[in-house]
């Protein structure tokens, strides 16, 4: 007997849920690549990017899931043989980084563990040491799915600051942008990418870099540069220089269905709406933990997402729990990635989801606990429902 009939949850942390509404926009018949319709939309597109990053600097819209982003972001600043610092606090800005050592970049890392953010002085300390002003650019993922955390940007460049540092803070914002507050321009951020299929609501296919001027400046001088990515060469005038060569039409005309959402909910109430989420989630989170087989991965409860929440299993198996939500009640759970492989079970809360997508996937996952007689505290969901309505009656 199996419950699983009607639609499915996917409580994963990317690809998210697309709104239908987008995948409407998406629908339609291919259009001239040459005509005022779709240069209106390109125009409009990169400047309302560059609204969702806060930058006034320039925006570039790449046909390529995030790790296409990374590279176009690398390719465009740096030069074999530049020494950059990866900030460790998680699985992704490593990977980031592993990228450029792949194309001869000299990488160290600022040990960092998977259950902790950055730590700010620990930078500064760092980069205080580097006299001779070797360190070219700073890797950091604001959100980190893999472990959940969140990393706080505006330390992190004070941190640059007080060091009086002149390296490229870089910034994987791929789980943050739509779902928190990212003010590239007034952090100090130079370079910051990130994805389309996450809290922008659309399909996977769409890598998103802003650069200020700055990075602009030290772009002349990059010699990773190639046709593909090259930023001088998505700044000239032919329409198709944007993409170098067809654009995704199709995939732009989900995009702007996607940002309409966005600005049209407002992206401070976004923000608010998955923080309710979240700490939602950690509400139910926290009455489970009681019966010792389950707990958070990040220690602080500060340092943890709006986006996803990893949850690490002790004395049980969560691929089975992930299998019991998915088979018996069409909930779709991450898995543990990285160190946390065979360790923990990601929920995600967020992009285009709601209270009642949330609290049906917390009552999934307590059902689970349950039936497969892990021990755990009873009323997670409880305590969410209580804490959300709390919160809507003292608005």
């Known amino acids: 007997m199996t419950l699983r009939a009607g639609r499915e949850f996917l409580a994963i942390p990317g690809p998210t849920t697309v709104p239908d509404e987008v995948l409407r926009a998406m629908h339609r018949p291919a259009v001239d690549i040459y005509a005022g319709p779709l240069l209106a939309l390109t125009e409009s597109l990169h400047r309302d990017i560059a609204r969702v990053f806060q930058t006034q600097g320039h925006a570039y819209i790449y046909i390529s899931n995030g790790h ?25 800005a490593i990977g980031w980084g592993e990228n450029a050592r792949r194309m001869g970049v000299e990488v160290e890392v600022l040990k960092g563990d998977m259950r902790r953010a950055v730590r700010p002085r620990e930078v500064e ?25 969140v990393n706080d940007i505006a330390a992190i460049s004070e941190a640059r600051r007080a060091a009086g540092h002149e390296a490229l803070l870089m910034v994987d914002a791929v789980a943050s942008l739509g779902c928190m507050n990212f003010e590239m321009d007034k952090w100090g951020v130079d370079v910051a990418m990130a994805g ?39 700044e000239g005038d032919a329409h198709y220089q944007k993409y170098a060569g067809t654009p995704p039409e199709h995939m ?8 309409d959402l966005l600005f049209e909910e407002g992206m ?29 991965n990040i220690i602080a409860p ?15 198996d969560p691929d089975a729990i992930r299998a019991w ?47 497969m007689g892990v021990p755990h505290g009873s009323g997670g969901v409880q305590a969410a429902i209580t804490w959300l309505a709390r919160q809507v009656r003292d608005t």
């Open 68 to 92: 296409g982003a990374w590279e176009a972001s690398l390719t465009n600043v740096l030069s074999k043989g530049d020494r950059i610092l990866v900030l460790e606090s998680g699985r992704f």
């Open 252 to 259: 732009l005309f989900g995009l702007r269905q996607a940002l």
């Open 302 to 316: 500060e340092e943890r997402s709006d986006a996803v929440s990893v949850v690490l299993t002790n004395g049980c």
């Open 325 to 371: 939500c998915r088979e018996n009640c069409g909930v779709v759970l991450g898995h543990g990635i990285g160190e946390l492989a065979g360790k923990a079970f990601r929920v995600a809360h967020m992009g285009h989801v709601n209270a009642p997508m949330v609290l049906g996937t917390l009552s999934v996952i307590e059902m689970a606990l349950g039936a």
């Open 196 to 234: 389309s299929q996450k809290g922008l609501m659309m399909a996977p296919g769409l890598g998103f870099v802003a650069a200020n001027d700055r990075a602009r400046e030290v772009h002349k001088k990059a010699d990773l540069r190639t046709p593909y990515w090259d930023w001088t060469d998505r």
């Open 125 to 149: 300390a760092r980069l205080r040491a580097d006299k001779a002003g070797t360190i070219k650019a700073i890797l950091v993922a604001q959100i980190d799915t893999a472990s959940g955390v």
């Open 268 to 296: 401070e109430t976004a923000f608010r709406r998955h923080h309710l989420l979240a700490e939602a989630t950690r509400r139910a989170v926290e009455v489970w933990a009681e019966g010792q087989a389950l707990n958070f």
